[in-house]
């Protein structure tokens, strides 16, 4: 797969992910975590390691979530053997809230040869109440 269909395919499994998590469904991104994942989420402590511990995690916010819109702003995948890098800015409307985030991913062609998130890296640029 060349470059330009990699990234394509990268952020279109991405898009495809974080519209079922503004809908309250974190499956989408359960679909495409591998087994060794590793999560920073900006609300938590701690990195969550391993499918498991971060499916528990995801499961507790099923429900819990609703994005009104969002923008995912330039999206770049840098690629690296096996290995692919997702970043990007993004922004979610929740009623008169707007979330201001920095995400990185990164995927890895896995022996079956599906792309799969192996890390994942959520931070906020800025909490609801600073606009």
């Known amino acids: 797969m060349n470059q330009g269909d990699l990234a394509t395919t990268i952020i279109t499994m991405e898009k495809k992910a974080l519209e079922k998590l503004n809908k309250g469904n974190p499956s989408g991104y359960l679909e495409i975590y591998a087994n060794d994942i590793t999560y920073f989420d900006p609300f938590q402590e701690k990195r969550f390691d391993g499918f498991e511990n971060v499916k528990t995690f995801y499961e507790s916010m099923q429900g819990t979530i609703y ?15 096996e290995a692919a890098i997702l970043s990007y800015n993004l922004v979610s409307h929740i009623g008169n809230d707007i979330f201001r985030e920095k995400c990185t991913e990164v995927y890895s062609q896995q022996p079956d040869k599906q792309w799969r998130i192996i890390h994942s890296h959520w931070s906020l640029i800025t909490s609801p109440s600073e606009k």
């Open 67 to 81: 994005i009104e819109h969002y923008e995912m702003i330039d999206p770049v995948v840098q690629t690296v053997g």
